[in-house]
């Protein structure tokens, strides 16, 4: 029997834990968690707590240094806080013995912090390293992806996505409440967003143009005498080096949605839509108008845990596995990840400035 693939987890807060779970879910595929770094002693007991009724032993540390020496693992899992992404990945490149990489997303929380994990990263050819972009991996939206990529889909030129959704969650210390620790609400939660525009025009970005604000949400809040500052609402205009245009519209205090996002990508010749949770997929063409609009129910009989991300997880957690194994390359690499917060950077910046920001100042 081949040798068992042991994990390490970097910050075992909410997003954390909920990778343990996924990773439970996966151990008919020879993998067990060994150890955890946090250092936030709640964190640690929550995480204990869970690997016990799982039937795992953990090795627990207070830092992600102590992890690395100790090489319990072979994989670690970075799902700590944005702004502590850049320092954890550049020591766990620069340690001696290779370990894989999965990071959540946001990559790093700028781009030229992105820069540097991206130039460090290719020295080491004996690790792979995954970016936590996992909305590409939803049942409805990979059906869309896969119909827009199938090239039945005529030439894309617009991609809207909405996502209308609650509030940022409690985090520990309220870290998420602020600019300068998330890299802003539109790098932070909108990163996939992105990540999905670039994949469905098969293109790069060239200019970003952005209005948005805090509105609603947390303007009551204070944390150490400091007032929350992310935004909570914005509209995102993004212009693609192949004429695609693509458009978000985001709002966090909109719980009474049926929907959580809804992406629409039209072409020349149609329109296709995911809707999320619905796990609907919609397609028509221009000729058949109306009346033959197909809608499908998207579902992967693959995915054991639907967890918090509608399988998402999962199903990135299997892939990511495929690819430290040999069996193919990194699903999203840390190309993605960089231009998935460019292109937030960008929208921040031209809210900020309120004016039209090129790719090109960002990069």
Same mark, same amino acid.
């Given at each position: 029997m081949a040798a068992i693939t042991k994990y390490g987890i970097v910050g075992i807060g909410m997003m954390g834990r909920e @990778?343990?779970? +996924?990773?439970? @879910?996966?151990? @008919?595929?020879? !993998?067990?968690?060994?150890?955890?770094a946090d250092p936030h002693p709640p964190s640690q007991l929550l995480a204990i707590e869970l690997a016990r009724s799982l039937n795992w032993d953990l090795k627990v540390f207070s830092g992600h240094e102590e992890l690395l020496e100790s090489e319990t693992c072979d994989v670690i899992v970075v799902s700590s806080p944005n702004m502590t992404h850049h320092r954890i990945l550049m020591d766990i490149i620069a340690y001696p013995k290779p370990h894989h990489i999965l990071v959540e997303k946001p990559l790093c929380t700028t781009v030229a912090d992105c820069k540097e994990v991206l130039e460090a990263a290719k020295k080491r050819s004996d690790m792979v390293v995954q970016v936590g972009l996992e909305y590409r991996y939803m049942p409805p939206v990979a059906k869309l992806i896969e119909k827009v990529k199938g090239g039945e889909f005529g030439d894309v030129k617009m991609v809207a996505i909405r996502e209308h959704r609650f509030p940022f969650l409690v985090k520990v210390n309220n870290w998420n409440r602020f600019n300068v620790n998330t890299g802003g609400t539109l790098v932070e939660k909108c990163c996939h967003f992105f990540d999905l525009m670039? !994949?469905?025009?098969?293109?790069?970005?060239?200019?970003?143009?952005?209005? =948005? =604000?805090?509105?609603? +949400?947390?303007?009551?809040?204070?944390?150490?005498?400091?007032?929350?500052?992310?935004?909570?609402?914005?509209?995102?205009?993004?212009?693609? &080096?192949?004429?695609?245009? $693509?458009?978000?519209?985001?709002?966090?205090?909109?719980?009474?949605?049926?929907?959580?996002?809804?992406?629409?990508?039209?072409?020349?010749?149609?329109? =296709?839509?995911? !809707?999320?949770?619905? /796990?609907?997929?919609?397609?028509?063409?221009?000729?058949? $108008?109306?009346?033959?609009?197909?809608?499908?129910?998207?579902? &992967?009989?693959?995915?054991?845990?639907?967890? !918090?991300? @509608? /399988?998402?997880?999962?199903?990135e957690h299997l892939m990511f596995l495929s690819a430290i194994r040999g069996e193919g390359r990194a699903a999203v690499d840390l190309e993605d990840g960089l231009m998935a917060v460019a292109m937030g950077v960008a929208a921040q910046r031209s809210i900020q400035e309120r004016r039209y920001v090129s790719m090109d100042e960002v990069l």
């Open positions: @990778h343990l779970i +996924n990773l439970h @879910h996966l151990r @008919h595929q020879n !993998l067990a968690v060994v150890s955890i670039r !994949l469905f025009a098969s293109a790069d970005p060239v200019c970003v143009m952005a209005s =948005g =604000g805090m509105d609603v +949400n947390h303007k009551g809040e204070v944390y150490d005498g400091k007032v929350p500052d992310i935004i909570d609402n914005a509209y995102v205009i993004i212009e693609f &080096d192949n004429g695609c245009r $693509g458009m978000l519209d985001l709002c966090m205090f909109a719980e009474g949605s049926k929907n959580e996002q809804e992406i629409s990508v039209t072409s020349d010749i149609g329109k =296709g839509e995911a !809707l999320v949770p619905e /796990g609907i997929v919609r397609f028509g063409t221009r000729e058949g $108008g109306r009346e033959h609009v197909q809608t499908i129910k998207a579902e &992967d009989e693959r995915i054991k845990y639907e967890g !918090l991300h @509608h /399988g998402s997880s999962y199903l």
